[in-house]
T-cell receptor, first 112, second 114 residues
Framework: DAGVIQSPRHEVTEMGQEVTLRCKPISGHNSLFWYRQTMMRGLELLIYFNNNVPIDDSGMPEDRFSAKMPNASFSTLKIQPSEPRDSAVYFC??????????FGPGTRLTVT | GNSVTQMEGPVTLSEEAFLTINCTYTATGYPSLFWYVQYPGEGLQLLLKATKADDKGSNKGFEATYRKETTSFHLEKGSVQVSDSAVYFCALSDGSSNTGKLIFGQGTTLQVKP
């Protein structure tokens, strides 16, 4: 079975540009989570979905961030406009069994 | 609310030394407890889990026992290897939702020297 797939693995962009991160969860999983990891703030939960419905987006830092899950096999996290402080590693994770999350390899975002 | 507290790192050990990484939690109800490991440049991987009091989770020589009386889930390994160098995260299930949300500790970096 393929694990959680994220793309791109690395993204370098200029301040003000739109950034879209993509995630394909493990087939059959019904919950999907977006995290951000930085040295300063550690691992932060941004938003999570259950059965494609956003359940809690209280971790989304501001309106520049948005996330969608149009179907069970795809989700996006969009930042518009991007800022240097958005530089981080963004992880997607999915789960089926209660509480056991499987993480993707992450997208390393650098905003200059 | 639910929370997890881990010992601060980095923890630096010589190869074959005994490892303990402390983890304590605050939670209502009966959460499940987890240890995740993150190797450099990778995502988090589930290392072990325990779903009820007195359960012992184990994997790859690591083990942790769910202690409800002390609200702890300390990670131990009898003899660490250089390849165990990574960041270790303790986590618990958030009982306020039924969607698999986890509460993570801040992570503890382990460095094993040959």
């Amino acid at each position: 079975d393929a694990g959680v797939i994220q793309s791109p693995r690395h993204e370098v962009t200029e301040m003000g540009q739109e950034v879209t991160l993509r995630c394909k969860p493990i087939s059959g999983h019904n919950s999907l989570f977006w995290y951000r990891q930085t040295m300063m703030r550690g691992l932060e939960l941004l938003i999570y979905f259950n059965n494609n419905v956003p359940i809690d987006d209280s971790g989304m830092p501001e309106d520049r961030f948005s996330a969608k899950m149009p179907n069970a096999s795809f989700s996006t996290l969009k930042i518009q406009p991007s800022e240097p402080r958005d530089s981080a590693v963004y992880f997607c994770a999915s789960s089926r069994l209660l509480w056991e999350q499987y993480f993707g390899p992450g997208t390393r975002l650098t905003v200059t | 609310g639910n929370s997890v507290t881990q010992m601060e790192g980095p923890v630096t050990l010589s190869e074959e030394a005994f490892l303990t990484i402390n983890c304590t939690y605050t939670a209502t109800g009966y959460p499940s407890l987890f240890w995740y490991v993150q190797y450099p440049g990778e995502g988090l991987q589930l290392l072990l889990k325990a779903t009820k009091a007195d359960d012992k989770g184990s994997n790859k020589g690591f083990e942790a026992t769910y202690r409800k009386e002390t609200t702890s889930f300390h990670l131990e390994k009898g003899s660490v290897q250089v390849s165990d160098s990574a960041v270790y995260f303790c986590a618990l299930s958030d009982g306020s939702s039924n969607t698999g949300k986890l509460i993570f500790g801040q992570g503890t970096t382990l460095q094993v020297k040959p």
